[in-house]
């Protein structure tokens, strides 16, 4: 159940940044660069989301499926620091009132 609510958060998380990035990259740029504001966003989307897999599995590497579940903390901690990071990045970059 717990890991249930851990995917549940980060499918969460992911669709909620997933469509303000995009959004922000294109409207960013005039309207004949927008193709090229919308892959540089799904490259670094593929490129973190590929880096990310290999940080977590290389942090459980030769632990056996006993342990597997304890192996795995440090990447859970990992998303979660990045997740607090992009917080505070969206928080610092809001507009001035």
Not at 71 to 77: E, I, L, T, V
Request: proline share 5%; aromatic share 8%; charged share 5%.
């Amino acid at each position: 159940m717990l890991l249930l609510s851990a995917y549940l958060l980060i499918g969460i998380g992911f669709g909620f940044a997933n469509a303000p990035l995009t959004n922000t990259a294109v409207s960013g740029l005039p309207h004949s660069r927008a193709g090229v504001a919308g892959a540089v966003t799904s490259t670094a989307r593929q490129l973190g989301s590929a880096l990310g897999i290999a940080v977590a599995g290389g942090l459980a590497t030769g632990a056996g499926p006993a342990h597997l579940a304890e192996a795995s903390r440090p990447g859970w901690f990992v998303v979660t620091g990045c997740g607090l990071f992009l917080l505070l990045v969206a928080w610092a970059a809001r507009p001035a009132e």
